[in-house]
């Protein structure tokens, strides 16, 4: 393989495939880029077994051919290239006509060649897919929710993004996001949020080259698996991006959502305003720190912003809110004051405690200790308790959104008309 590049050509291209090929379990074979020259054009590859990255550029290709070497040993090179051009030739080193290795002659070094018959190479998707309109939003939107995937390892499908035909949706269990797209991709598929990083590396890259750019997306499926491929062309680029279905079972999202119209309290509020508050407690408290939650009181027309950590002190300050819709809570309490149940209707606080109630009303679970009593109070103001950087995640997306609060014991749902996107924040249980 012969072939001229231009120097800040690679440059970009390698920009793009470090985000798909550095990641603590690539070794050996996974740690090469594939060269591959034909025609007028060079294709890189990369690969972690899980994502695939393939991108094609224009060359001055003088022999076709392909040679796998090290990605960060190519870094190293264009880093320290101050030419226009990098010549990339390869040359079999034969003994009785086998090959015993391959030399790769880039700028100053004749460097080892990896062995490219190991490397696992990924076929580009083609067939039916659906092209889409606007690259920009549809990153833009990948980036939104991927603060809603989980860190946790043990759990992989949590740590997945669904396309789940026109809607992107992302939960760790204890927040969750959906966001509704432009476009019905007309199957499901949950993929890596890695995905997240390149294709936002490939916006940067291909709006410097072009306007609007070609996109589509495809997704395949066979009896063994199911892939998603991305794929992107500029003026100078064409970049591919194959990764698979993440196994496991996916949450059923759409009953984890809260319905707005069971909400009895609905408060509008000025996110900026709220985060400011929260980001404030926690910083004069130390409520991260300390593992403590925010806790927000919800009155009449305001909502006070609380902190409490014993070691260094209180916080309290209040927010006025726009609009809101307030009603009375019928809390459930047991014998230990304890709140066990909430709703709106007061005859529905009876009903849970003659029949749903565990351990039933008048039963002596203790042995020998007080029959169970429970008891239903009238509130007009609800506590809730939340994680602070949780909250601010949920928030950080909408400039005037509404809160809608079903009762203290479920999740709220946060959302800001006409914005297509929906977030869903689990409460804290306060002693």
Excluded at 163 to 188: C, H, M, P, Q, W
Excluded at 198 to 209: G, Q, T
Excluded at 309 to 334: A, H, M, P
């Amino acid at each position: 393989m012969k072939v001229k590049v231009k120097t800040k050509d690679l440059k970009v291209v390698v920009s793009v495939l470090k985000k798909s090929n550095y990641k603590k379990q690539n070794y050996g074979i996974l740690e090469g880029v594939l060269l591959t020259a034909t025609k007028n054009k060079l294709q890189l590859e990369t690969t972690n077994l899980e994502t695939s990255v393939k991108i094609n550029l224009n060359a001055e290709v003088i022999v076709e051919g392909s040679v796998l070497i090290p990605l960060k040993r190519l870094e190293s090179i264009l880093k320290v290239n101050k030419e226009e051009t990098l010549m990339i030739e390869s040359e079999e080193i034969k003994k009785e006509e086998t090959v015993i290795k391959t030399k790769v002659k880039l700028y100053k070094l004749s460097l080892n060649a990896m062995d490219k018959a190991k490397f696992p190479k990924k076929e580009v998707l083609t067939g039916k897919g659906i092209r889409i309109a606007d690259f920009i939003s549809f990153v833009e939107a990948l980036k939104a929710i991927e603060d809603f995937t989980s860190r946790d390892e043990y759990r992989p499908i949590l740590e997945g993004i669904m396309l789940d035909r026109n809607k992107l949706v992302a939960t760790d269990s204890y927040k969750l996001a959906e966001i509704k797209l432009l476009f019905d991709i007309g199957n499901s598929i949950v993929f890596t949020k890695d995905i997240v990083k390149i294709l936002e590396s490939i916006m940067k890259v291909v709006l410097k080259d072009v306007d609007e750019p070609f996109f589509d997306i495809i997704i395949k499926e066979n009896k063994e698996s199911k892939e998603i491929g991305f794929n992107v062309t500029g003026e100078d680029f064409r970049f591919n991006v194959i990764t698979r279905d993440i196994s496991g079972k996916f949450p059923d999202y759409e009953r984890l959502i809260p319905l707005k119209e069971k909400a009895g309290w609905k408060y509008q509020v000025e996110s900026k305003e709220l985060i400011k508050l929260i980001e404030e407690a926690d910083k004069l408290v130390e409520l991260t720190k300390s593992n403590i939650p925010i806790k927000l009181k919800f009155n009449n027309g305001e909502i006070e912003v609380l902190g409490n950590v014993k070691e260094v002190g209180d916080y309290k300050d209040v927010l006025k809110s726009n609009q809101w819709t307030d009603s009375i809570f019928y809390k459930v309490y047991n014998s230990s004051n304890k709140e066990v149940h909430s709703t709106l209707v007061k005859e529905q606080a009876q009903n849970w405690i003659k029949n749903e109630a565990m351990p039933p009303e008048g039963t002596d679970p203790d042995y020998g200790g007080d029959p169970v009593k429970y008891t239903i109070k009238e509130e007009t103001n609800v506590l809730l308790a939340f994680n602070p950087a949780y909250l601010i995640t949920c928030l950080k997306n909408f400039a005037k959104p509404t809160i809608y609060i079903e009762h203290s014991l479920k999740p709220l749902l946060i959302t800001e008309e006409n914005s297509g996107i929906k977030t869903v924040i689990m409460t804290i249980r306060i002693n």
